[in-house]
């Protein structure tokens, strides 16, 4: 499977993000510190492998934000049967003081 699309909305230090890798899949993201590169890494990370073997960070939303999401795109794996594309999406929200999330894994019929 390969990253076909990254979208970051309000995720730690990332503010938005859109990013479409080249078919190479080698795709540079650089930056001054504090301006996000390690946030958008997080997001794909929490997007694609949950809360299973990685430490979340205690604030997801950021700050000023009652929201955040993260939206993947990736290729589906033929092998597998799958459909041509598969999208991930992790949805934040601030629910009675604390943050709540919802994955939602669609193909490219819903």
Do not use: Y
């Not at 999401?69 to 799958?82: A, C, F, I, R, Y």
Request: hydrophobic share 35%; charged share 35%.
């Amino acid at each position: 499977m390969k990253v076909l699309s990254l979208k970051v909305q309000h995720v730690e230090g990332c503010r938005e993000v859109d990013l479409n890798p080249e078919e190479s899949g080698i795709t540079l993201v650089g930056g001054k510190n504090g301006q996000g590169k390690t946030s958008v890494l997080n997001a794909l990370r929490m997007a694609l492998c949950g809360r299973r073997d990685f430490d979340w960070p205690e604030k997801i939303i950021h700050e000023g934000e009652d929201s955040a999401k993260v939206e993947v795109t990736l290729t589906g794996d033929p092998s597998l049967m799958e459909d041509n594309k598969l999208r991930v999406v992790l949805d934040i929200d601030k629910k009675r003081g604390s943050e709540v999330e919802k994955i939602t894994l669609l193909d490219s019929f819903g």
